[in-house]
């Protein structure tokens, strides 16, 4: 499938933009545009951090799509109980309005089917929320784990497919590094989680904080961790 022409804009993350396919019940996910890094006298220190961060945010996007290519050619992990139908695009030309300009983006895309997706406010009364560990579980067996505590802990970054599925939407946490994996089990992280569930979440499920990162942190731990990672199937 050859995908180009114009598309309206559908949401930001820190890494990709989805554009919207109305008629394939699809988006289109491409990296997000980068701003132009200026250079100011005596600010060098500035842009250097900025230059930095960016680089490593490219490097974390480029391994996690190299591990979702990986997923895609495998024969053990279950792809579709994970995520939503998502294809490789090699190539598309896109245009897109982006903060207010017209950009065109020409390069290889996720072509990754529509969803509800799950962002800070979505209620926590409002999905199962055994699909977040057993998903993540499942991939632990293969050695992949998720590199960000919102996608860790949810429901941000998850969502529902049209016919009900909790899924694993957003693919830049994607990650390999045992390590990285294991310290967003920590507790603090699970803190900072429940401080922005506080802040975000609406009155009637405030009583399901703490019994959702239990729940969660009951299943996903170290000591899972170290039973279940690279264990197979
Ligand atoms: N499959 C999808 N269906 C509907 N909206 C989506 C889908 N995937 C992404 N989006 C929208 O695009 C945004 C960025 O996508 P995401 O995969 O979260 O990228 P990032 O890794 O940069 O956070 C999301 O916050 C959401 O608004
Ligand atoms: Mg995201």
């Known amino acids: 499938m050859k995908v180009c022409g114009e598309f309206e804009f559908l949401g930001s993350g820190r890494y990709f933009i989805a554009l919207d396919l109305p008629e394939e019940e699809s988006v289109i996910k491409i990296p997000r545009p980068l701003r132009p890094l200026t250079v100011r006298k005596r600010e060098l220190k500035k842009w250097w951090a900025a230059h930095c961060r960016r680089a490593k945010r490219i490097k974390k996007a480029a391994t996690a799509d190299q591990i979702f290519r990986m997923l895609l050619q495998s024969k053990t992990v279950d792809v579709h109980a994970c995520f939503p139908q998502t294809d490789i695009l090699d190539e598309v030309d896109v245009i897109f309005e982006w903060e207010g300009r017209s950009k065109r983006y020409q390069g290889s895309a996720y072509l990754q089917q529509r969803v509800d997706f799950f962002d800070k406010y979505t209620p926590l009364d409002s999905f199962n929320w055994d699909a977040i560990i057993e998903i993540q579980q499942h991939l632990w067996r293969a050695g992949i784990g998720l590199g960000s505590a919102a996608e860790t802990w949810g429901p941000k970054n998850w969502g529902r497919t049209k016919n009900g599925e909790i899924r694993l939407v957003d693919l830049s946490s994607l990650n390999q590094n045992k390590n990285r994996v294991s310290t967003l089990l920590d507790c603090t992280l699970s803190q900072k989680r429940r401080q922005r569930m506080v802040q975000f979440q609406p009155l009637r ?16 731990n170290q000591e899972s961790l170290d039973r279940l990672w690279e264990a197979g199937f």
């Open 205 to 220: 499920c405030q009583g399901q904080i703490d019994p959702y990162l239990t729940y969660i942190g009951n299943q996903l």
